[in-house]
């Protein structure tokens, strides 16, 4: 057992796998094997039930302490994020790339020079803090795995096909002497590729929102970077971090909100199979 149902590690298994405990046990059992020298099985069990006393007294106290829970749930936030940070690269390197990684890659070297400064007494900033543009970090990685899908090799240039195969059907339509069944189904094909070429367009404007949060989330973060390098001790740090956190986090709602939207549209884009078989029909006649 190492993780609950919510991913974060029980603070007495923690506790039971901690270096230092892990080397008090070994310790006091190699005290145990000592003492069984003289005094054989009894010197044995005396040490094994010091060791057991100091392992019940530790599960019932530590556990409880602010600063153990603190360090437990840093490290889960940490395995967190780095898992998922893992997972994102993969799957934008599954989807060809994105031209953006190096930006990201930029802000990371901001968010580790950040860490070292709030190690620092001396600085009014915070880890916690810098943890939550780690956490921004990782929604910009997230927003580069859609621009890797909305610019994979399959998408093409899906709007000019589109509106090319619509003015195949207007065409056919125009000629006439369709019986009413072609005429039907023409009609459902143009209905099909109209709504297709809208969405691809609602699609494109959607794109354009995501490049421009791509292009500004570097920015801002520099800025950010600028600001605390400048001033570390500024009594004000913490409200301006929030302020500057907060502007990040509107620039990526709405470009996440563009990953949730572009799914249904990849799958729109196909006509109908009875549209399909009309538009084929309209051009082989």
């Not at 993969?90 to 070292?116: D, F, N, P, T």
Request: proline share 4%; with cysteine; net charge neutral.
């Amino acid at each position: 057992m190492n993780e609950d149902d919510s991913g974060r590690t029980p603070y007495w298994w923690a506790f039971l796998k901690h270096p230092v405990n892990r080397t008090v046990a070994l310790g006091m059992l190699a005290a145990s094997v000592l003492l069984s020298l003289p005094w054989g099985g009894d010197g044995f069990g005396l040490g094994m039930i010091a060791l057991a006393a100091v392992q019940l007294v530790g599960v019932a106290t530590v556990p409880g302490l602010a600063s153990f829970r603190a360090s437990v749930d840093k490290r889960d936030r940490q395995a967190a994020r780095a898992a998922r940070r893992e997972r994102l690269l993969e799957e934008i390197k599954a989807q060809g790339g994105s031209s953006h990684l190096r930006s990201y890659e930029q802000m990371c070297v901001r968010i580790a020079s950040l860490y070292r400064l709030a190690d620092d007494r001396s600085s009014s900033l915070t880890e916690r803090e810098v943890e939550q543009l780690d956490d921004v970090s990782l929604d910009y990685l997230r927003m580069c795995l859609s621009d890797a899908a909305a610019r994979g090799p399959e998408k093409g240039d899906a709007s000019a096909a589109l509106a090319r195969k619509l003015h195949e059907v207007d065409s056919r339509l125009a000629a006439g002497q369709l019986s009413p069944a072609d005429e039907q189904q023409l009609l459902q094909a143009k209905n099909d590729y109209q709504e297709a070429i809208a969405r691809q367009r609602r699609m494109a404007a959607r794109r354009s929102a995501l490049e421009a949060a791509l292009a500004s989330t570097p920015v801002r973060l520099e800025e950010l970077y600028q600001m605390v390098m400048s001033s570390p001790q500024a009594g004000n740090l913490s409200a301006l971090l929030e302020e500057s956190v907060s502007k990040l986090r509107l620039a990526e709602e709405a470009a996440l909100d563009i990953e949730a939207a572009m799914e249904p549209m990849r799958t729109s884009a196909p006509p109908q199979p009875l549209a399909r078989q009309a538009a084929r029909r309209a051009v082989g006649q």
